[in-house]
């Protein structure tokens, strides 16, 4: 795989009391009370999840089961969609 090349889609789904958010490339979760806070929550995961994998020089990409992606079983209560680019992961290269 090419390093060189990262960017993932993170999104953002209503709960009942908040909300959670996932990479569905790395199928990696968080969650918070506002989006802005489920967000921040899953670069951070995402972060600490590449840097793991890259110090441990294990594979990456393991996409989330498609019936578990929200896009497609709760496309209603997908609130946020947004890119993760290679320049917020720049630093575990």
């Known amino acids: 795989m090419n390093r060189n090349v990262l960017a993932f889609t993170g999104l953002v789904v209503r709960e009942a009391e908040g909300f959670y958010s996932l990479c569905p490339e790395l199928d990696v979760a968080s969650q918070g009370a506002s989006i802005r806070e489920a967000r921040t929550m899953l670069r951070e995961a995402v972060t600490g999840y590449l840097q793991a994998c890259f110090e441990s020089n294990l594979p990456y990409l393991r996409p989330v089961p498609e019936k578990r992606d929200?896009?497609?079983?709760?496309?209603?209560?997908?609130?946020?969609?947004?890119?993760?680019?290679?320049?917020?992961?720049?630093h575990l290269l």
């Open 70 to 90: 929200p896009r497609r079983s709760e496309p209603e209560n997908v609130v946020s969609r947004f890119r993760m680019t290679r320049e917020e992961f720049e």
